[in-house]
């Protein structure tokens, strides 16, 4: 082959390539996962959701952040592992005793366990009280690895700044806003 032809065979390779990159017509590009941002009184935490490992688990809080059902909320669980929040409850300091144990709001209505997400630091999940399907607006954040959790939760999200806040977490900490971008 000449070096016309090799380069010719090079041009159309390249070409195709490049075709295959593209999108196609009318074809939205997928879009990036959301992160959630949590402005505590410590600092600010933010998690990067992860949709395509727990779509309708990440929908879930996504609307309820889109509500404000966060604002407000007072960390319920802190402990060497991780951190809890998510429970209306503990807007009232006064029924401390019950915090973590109130379902105000539906649950997500499936199990969205992965193999490949495991609970390592940084990990978020969704708390229940026996069935994950059963899950709903209480959500850990793992402070340490436990692989004893794993198969049991669902993991929608991996905390991308913020960690040396999620540390400092007490009971009892308010978290002031929790946003989308």
């Given at each position: 082959m000449t070096g016309r032809g090799i380069l010719g065979v090079v041009v159309i390779v390249v070409l195709a390539g490049v075709g295959l990159a593209w999108p196609v017509s009318g074809q939205a590009p997928p879009a990036?996962?959301?992160i959630l941002v949590l402005d505590t009184a410590k600092g600010v935490i933010e998690v990067e959701l992860l949709r395509g490992d727990a779509p309708k688990s990440v929908d879930y809080i996504v609307a309820?952040?889109?509500k404000n059902f966060y604002r407000g909320l007072r960390f319920h669980r802190a402990e060497r592992a991780l951190v809890q929040l998510g429970d209306a409850a503990s807007r009232d300091v006064s029924k401390k005793a019950w915090w973590g144990r109130s379902v105000h709001t539906p649950t997500v209505g499936v199990a969205e366990i992965s193999r490949k997400l495991v609970h390592v630091r940084g990990m978020v999940g969704l708390a229940h009280s026996g069935n994950p399907a059963f899950a709903?607006?209480?959500?850990?954040i793992m402070k340490a690895s436990d692989m004893s959790l794993n198969g049991k939760y669902t993991l929608f999200g991996r905390v991308r700044s913020g960690m040396a806040v999620v540390d400092t977490l007490q009971v009892g900490d308010i978290l002031k806003q929790a946003t989308i971008k």
């Amino acid at each position: 082959m000449t070096g016309r032809g090799i380069l010719g065979v090079v041009v159309i390779v390249v070409l195709a390539g490049v075709g295959l990159a593209w999108p196609v017509s009318g074809q939205a590009p997928p879009a990036a996962n959301p992160i959630l941002v949590l402005d505590t009184a410590k600092g600010v935490i933010e998690v990067e959701l992860l949709r395509g490992d727990a779509p309708k688990s990440v929908d879930y809080i996504v609307a309820l952040v889109q509500k404000n059902f966060y604002r407000g909320l007072r960390f319920h669980r802190a402990e060497r592992a991780l951190v809890q929040l998510g429970d209306a409850a503990s807007r009232d300091v006064s029924k401390k005793a019950w915090w973590g144990r109130s379902v105000h709001t539906p649950t997500v209505g499936v199990a969205e366990i992965s193999r490949k997400l495991v609970h390592v630091r940084g990990m978020v999940g969704l708390a229940h009280s026996g069935n994950p399907a059963f899950a709903h607006s209480q959500f850990y954040i793992m402070k340490a690895s436990d692989m004893s959790l794993n198969g049991k939760y669902t993991l929608f999200g991996r905390v991308r700044s913020g960690m040396a806040v999620v540390d400092t977490l007490q009971v009892g900490d308010i978290l002031k806003q929790a946003t989308i971008k």
